[in-house]
């Protein structure tokens, strides 16, 4: 099983440029969150979906977008980088079923905003 | 809004010793889920041990165990034993249960930098 996959793992932008971060998972969970990682922070929740067509706002939701058009599909749209966008992100999903089941993390993308 | 506090930004340990990591969160819920995440170097993020706050056991796993005390909303891990591999980012994480009526997603902690001296 690959479990959560994102992609890419490193990528550079300039300040102004679109890009979108993938992240696919093959455990049929329903729920999925984009987080970002600064450092000495924690994570800190950008979006969330609750299953496909269903999407809602994060702690810090500001210059990103999302969609959810398939269970296992949940891109994150940057759509006009700025140098305050640089961080880690990782994308999680979890069932949508067992209130205790955890969140299950991709491997992270590192992205730099010139 | 929770908040979840990890007061030690970082603790050495020697190897085969014993380390507590603290974490207090806040919340008006009583209904809630608390977990601990490891994260190496090679920065993915590993379930280490989650707790119920329904239930009044502390949980555990191997040499991982926790201290949940909900009255004080304190929710520390023990790591017994430590080996190398323990060496990590350790963060503490909270989460309601989904109901329609706020996110679905964890309230992390800052973070503790867990380092094993051989």
């Known amino acids: 099983n690959a479990g959560v996959t994102q992609t890419p793992k490193f990528q550079v932008l300039k300040t102004g440029q679109s890009m979108t971060l993938q992240c696919a998972q093959d455990?049929?969970?329903?729920?999925m969150s984009w987080y970002r990682q600064d450092p000495g922070m924690g994570l800190r929740l950008i979006h969330y979906s609750v299953g496909a067509g269903i999407t809602d706002q994060g702690e810090v939701p500001n210059g990103y977008n999302v969609s959810r058009s398939t269970t296992e599909d949940f891109p994150l749209r940057l759509l006009s980088a700025a140098p305050s966008q640089t961080s880690v992100y990782f994308c999680?999903?979890?069932?949508?079923?067992?209130?205790?089941?955890?969140?299950?993390f991709g491997d992270g993308t590192r992205l730099s905003i010139l | 809004a929770q908040t979840v506090t990890q007061s030690q930004p970082e603790m050495s340990v020697q190897e085969a010793e014993t380390v507590t990591l603290s974490c207090t969160y806040d919340?008006?819920?009583?209904?809630?889920?608390l977990f601990w995440y490891k994260q190496p170097p090679s920065r993915q993020m590993i379930l280490v041990i989650r707790q119920e706050a329904y239930k009044q056991q502390n949980a555990t796993e191997n040499r991982f165990s926790v201290n949940f005390q909900k009255a004080a909303k304190s929710f520390s891990l023990k790591i017994s034993d430590s080996q190398l591999g323990d060496a990590a980012m350790y963060f503490c994480a909270y989460r309601i249960p989904y109901s329609g009526g706020g996110a679905d997603g964890l309230t992390f902690g800052k973070g503790t930098h867990l380092i094993i001296q051989p």
């Open positions: 999680a999903s979890r069932p949508g079923t067992g209130g205790n089941q955890p969140q299950h």
């Open positions: 455990m049929n969970h329903e729920y």
């Open positions: 919340t008006s819920e009583s209904d809630y889920y």
